[in-house]
């Protein structure tokens, strides 16, 4: 092959600043240059393909295991992350992922339901600003609490209009009452009945899986009796969008489902787009009930997690 004087200064360039590391103002003290002339080079290398660049993203293994999950349960997409050695870095890459995938997933005048919580606070604060006209997004489910424990709902709400100049619907209710017919009586208020419409009408929905331990968040946030929490850990597996369930995806304890404010789990599984950001080893068996169930169209989760719920 017959280089020319530009191909031979292009490759010198190139080979000073990818394989010695040097700066693009070093490469220039080097050859005798100017800094642009540098830039220009090390382009010129890469459109001769002297230079190939492949990015090998941590976040995201073969494509092996997603097509596995997508085979078995019937997903439309499935992202598999490298599993993360702490649950804090965990979540970060779930998260950063999570919101490339919404954004792939939200268009011009959609109506997004999002629920909350660590994983969705980590997708809200990943996401970036899009260039969408006319979304709405709206709560899918209950925040307040009775106790100091933040679930922070209205920071994760926030950054989702942020990033898709949308219009919030917020559902400024507990998640579970205490009694089913003061529930009633509250969603029977035409601002309360609109927002839990447009939750239902969502045609895209967020949300991950909640674990079921004595430390999870909804045994911790004042509205469970210890009776109920007992049942739960007996009977549940976790919960989907504060719904709890059994190993099979059904409902437990009817008389909580009675009085929880958040979308059915019948009309979850309705939607067109149901994207499920959830990741670790806790959350195996909440994740393998809700796929098994067919509440999740599109998922990001880790290696680890994923393989374990493919057994």
């Not at 941590?58 to 349960?73: G, K, M, N």
């Not at 490298?82 to 870095?89: D, F, L, R, V, Y």
């Amino acid at each position: 092959m017959s280089l020319s004087p530009r191909d031979v200064q292009g490759l010198s360039a190139a080979r000073l600043y990818y394989e010695r590391g040097l700066s693009q103002g070093d490469v220039a003290r080097e050859l005798g240059v100017s800094r642009p002339t540098v830039s220009k080079l090390i382009q010129h290398a890469k459109d001769r393909g002297f230079v190939t660049i492949e990015i090998h993203d941590p976040r995201q293994v073969s494509t092996a295991v997603a097509d596995q999950l997508c085979e078995r349960f019937g997903l439309a997409q499935a992202r598999v992350i490298t599993s993360q050695p702490t649950n804090e870095e965990l979540l970060r890459e779930l998260g950063a992922v999570g919101a490339l995938m919404l954004k792939e997933n939200v268009a011009d005048g959609d109506l997004v339901g999002i629920t909350w919580g660590r994983t969705l606070h980590a997708v809200a604060r990943s996401l970036k600003q899009q260039n969408r006209h006319g979304v709405q997004v709206v709560q899918l489910k209950g925040g307040a609490t009775l106790t100091s424990r933040s679930t922070s709902h209205y920071e994760t709400i926030r950054s989702f209009c942020e990033a898709f100049n949308a219009y919030p619907q917020m559902l400024p209710l507990p998640v579970i009452f205490d009694n089913a017919e003061v529930k009633r009586l509250v969603e029977e208020d035409r601002h309360i009945k609109h927002i839990l419409d447009l939750g239902r009408d969502a045609k895209t929905a967020i949300f991950t899986v909640g674990t079921m331990s004595p430390e999870s968040t909804l045994l911790k946030l004042g509205y469970l009796s210890e009776a109920e929490q007992t049942a739960l850990l007996d009977n549940a597996v976790g919960d989907i969008c504060s719904r709890f369930i059994d190993e099979h995806g059904e409902p437990c304890l009817p008389e909580l489902e009675e009085r929880t404010v958040a979308v059915s789990l019948q009309n979850l599984r309705a939607k067109q787009t149901r994207i499920c950001v959830a990741g670790g080893q806790q959350k195996v068996r909440p994740l393998k009930a809700a796929l098994g169930a067919g509440y999740v169209s599109h998922l990001v989760t880790d290696e680890d997690t994923a393989r374990a719920v493919l057994v």
